[in-house]
């Protein structure tokens, strides 16, 4: 298991953020969920037992579909709280766009320390003590100044709405919460679901990648300081144009964002859930410059991106549709009939994912 393969394996099966389930007992809220849905007027279609990207429900003498994601992004505002925000922020909206809907409205949350206590922004932010000279000492109104200005910009970026939210000062802890709840419209008739379905589908990807957001890194050990990824507004806006475009072709059979641990994640989780698996070329995908060395084209967490699988003869048509919008796009490989998700750069294994950890990684 190479450093890389151990990183990206953290995070799919170790980290709470992939893993919630292990946490929170989901058969509890199907079980729930059930029962109210007997006198309910309304269908949910799509609920949290699923580990899809968002929630789906059908409201009575409604022809459309509400879809509806809710996203924390605290320990990234930390050393970065405007960028941190701003992508938690947009990463609920992709998870709708991610199931076909158009983002309408957004709520928040925000808990931190008593307005006038000093927070240290940076690097060094959850050491308490600045050691790099970079981080800025600010009090925590100032800071929720900055999340909140990110969470605006990018509502006002991608036409959304902001509808409410919550604020507490009663929090003691270094890591400020940061939620964002967005609810949105179906433009198709049917939710679109994050697994794979068809041996031979055409992995599309929308979106340039970068070399930002190395959260996945940080969280398995694997790096000393947390480089939040960058907010991206008018691609964001951009990516979720040409993604709508794609979906109201009917065409796309799955669909996933790209947020943590990127390429790797949304196609590893996708084969997994769908039981089948997927060879990457990731020499294909679309980047913002130059030197990105596979395993960084691999696991970083650049916004403002999709992958879409679609059958063969439907490229064309999905790529020309994500095109008219100025997006970048690449066809970077396969689903398989295989149980792991195999990722090559010219040619070379960088990194294979299997369907269940290794002993190796669970016994750490």
Known sequence: MNTVERALMHGLFVHLHHNIDQAIDFGMFKQLNELVGKTSPGTLLVGPD????????KMSDDDGLVVAKMESHCSPCVPRPYDSAATGAGGAMRDVVAMGGRPLFLLDFIGTRSLDEEVIVGPCGFKGKCTCGECETMTSGDRINLIVK?????????GVFVAGGGLSTSFSDIVPAVVAAVIGRMVID???????????????????????GNDTLYRAGLVDTMRPAEALFSEERKT????????ETGKVN?????????IGAAVSESVRFGGLGA????????????????????????????????APGDVKE?????????????????ITSDKEAVFEY???EIARIPHQPPSELMDQ
Do not use: W, Y
Request: proline fraction near 5%; include cysteine; hydrophobic fraction near 45%.
């Open 50 to 57: 699923a580990n899809d990207d968002a929630a789906v429900f």
């Open 150 to 158: 990110g969470i605006h910009d990018m509502c006002r970026e991608m």
């Open 190 to 212: 049917k939710p679109l679901t994050k697994p794979a379905k068809n041996p031979g589908d055409r992995l599309i990807l929308i979106g340039e990648t970068g070399d930002d």
């Open 240 to 247: 979720m144009e040409a993604a709508l475009a794609a979906i």
């Open 254 to 262: 799955a669909c996933s964002d790209l947020g943590a641990a990127g």
């Open 279 to 310: 060879g990457v070329d990731l020499t294909l995908a679309p980047i913002k410059k130059g030197g990105l060395s596979p395993e960084e084209i691999l696991i970083c967490e650049t916004q403002a991106r999709m992958v879409f699988q679609v």
């Open 318 to 334: 999905i790529m020309a549709a994500v095109r008219s919008k100025g997006v970048a796009v690449a066809d970077i490989g396969a």
């Open 346 to 348: 010219d040619g070379r």
